[in-house]
T-cell receptor, first 113, second 112 residues
Framework: DVKVTQSSRYLVKRTGEKVFLECVQD?????MFWYRQDPGLGLRLIYF???????EKGDIPEGYSVSREKKERFSLILESASTNQTSMYLC????????????FGDGTRLSIL | GESVGLHLPTLSVQEGDNSIINCAYSNSASDYFIWYKQESGKGPQFIID?????DKRQGQRVTVLLNKTVKHLSLQIAATQPGDSAVYFCAEKAGGSYIPTFGRGTSLIVHP
């Protein structure tokens, strides 16, 4: 089974802090993704990476950056956390190829005070 | 904490009934479709997928039906159990794209 592990289930940070969310997958997947999930808004794509050291903006990249130095690890960085970044953050990975599903981690519920 | 199930369409069924969850997709270029289950406090879990060259695919207690003419996808769950209570999302993806488009989801509530 595919295992996507997010380093924290719950995280509380303060406004202005730099926040790191880590994600590791164990299936040698090329593609990795960061989403945020908010009630009534569904899943919104922040950034994705189709291979090591590659990154592409998603629909809502403002206020975020990412790092993919190793194939198995994809980090999401909140440069200066703000209260409107309080959300559930979900990491996903998928194998390359057209007909491959994304596999998700269990999420990090981040609260910015 | 807040539930992802807020503000979503809800389907309530009795334990043992069959459930049908529907999804309309928008992109006629989509050729790959996926169903996910998300339980409270967890990430979406892959259930089943279907390619556009098929109109039906069966898994364990689940069946996905695809009607490309009307751009409609459904997930049928046989003999629904309380453990099936969750939010169910469909996703569509066009060939050559890395990114699926997710539906908003349907909350399934199974009453014992």
């Amino acid at each position: 089974d595919v295992k996507v592990t997010q380093s924290s289930r719950y995280l509380v940070k303060r406004t202005g802090e730099k926040v790191f969310l880590e994600c590791v997958q164990d299936m040698d997947h090329e593609n990795m993704f960061w989403y945020r999930q908010d009630p009534g808004l569904g899943l919104r794509l922040i950034y994705f990476s189709y291979d090591v050291k590659m990154k592409e903006k998603g629909d809502i990249p403002e206020g975020y950056s990412v790092s993919r130095e190793k194939k198995e690890r994809f980090s999401l960085i909140l440069e200066s956390a703000s209260t409107n970044q309080t959300s559930m953050y979900l990491c996903a990975s998928r194998n390359r190829g057209d007909n491959q599903p994304q596999h998700f981690g269990d999420g990090t519920r981040l609260s910015i005070l | 904490g807040e539930s992802v199930g807020l503000h979503l369409p809800t389907l309530s069924v009795q334990e043992g009934d069959n459930s049908i969850i529907n999804c309309a997709y928008s992109n006629s270029a989509s050729d790959y479709f996926i169903w996910y289950k998300q339980e409270s406090g967890k990430g979406p879990q892959f259930i089943i997928d279907i390619r556009s060259n098929m109109d039906k695919r069966q898994g364990q207690r689940v069946t996905v039906l695809l009607n490309k003419t009307v751009k409609h996808l459904s997930l049928q769950i046989a003999a629904t159990q309380p453990g099936d209570s969750a939010v169910y999302f469909c996703a569509e993806k066009a060939g050559g794209s890395y990114i699926p488009t997710f539906g908003r989801g349907t909350s399934l509530i199974v009453h014992p």
